[in-house]
């Protein structure tokens, strides 16, 4: 346990004789690869988001779609038992 001691002790002299000029000191390469792999990264994300969304129906086209899958059937409050008044009214 007095090993523990002595080496917390000399670290902590150590780093106090140590002077770091604050202007000098950078990420370097390593910190510009990081970000840069976020960015790669964050870049196939975004593109991969905008494809889902351009996939999705457009907003004329929710309509169409209910109406077709459920043409007539159910009790005329819509297909689904148990439907709100909410789920009825038009999207805008």
């Known amino acids: 346990m007095s090993g523990?001691?002595?080496l917390l002790t000399s670290a902590t002299v150590l780093a106090g004789q140590v002077s770091l000029d604050?202007?000098?000191?950078t990420?370097?390469?390593?910190?510009f690869l990081m970000i840069f792999a976020v960015g790669?990264?964050?870049?196939f994300l975004m593109r991969s988001l905008m494809g889902k969304l351009r996939a999705l129906p457009k907003d004329g086209d929710f309509?169409?779609?209910?109406?077709?899958d459920g043409g007539?059937?159910?009790s005329?409050?819509?297909?689904?038992v148990g439907a709100s008044a909410?789920?009825?009214t038009p999207r805008t």
């Open 4 to 6: 523990m001691n002595t």
């Open 22 to 25: 604050k202007d000098t000191v």
């Open 27 to 31: 990420p370097g390469v390593l910190g």
């Open 40 to 43: 790669v990264g964050l870049y």
């Open 63 to 68: 309509g169409t779609r209910s109406e077709a």
């Open 72 to 74: 007539g059937t159910g």
């Open 76 to 80: 005329g409050t819509g297909a689904v």
């Open 86 to 88: 909410e789920d009825d």
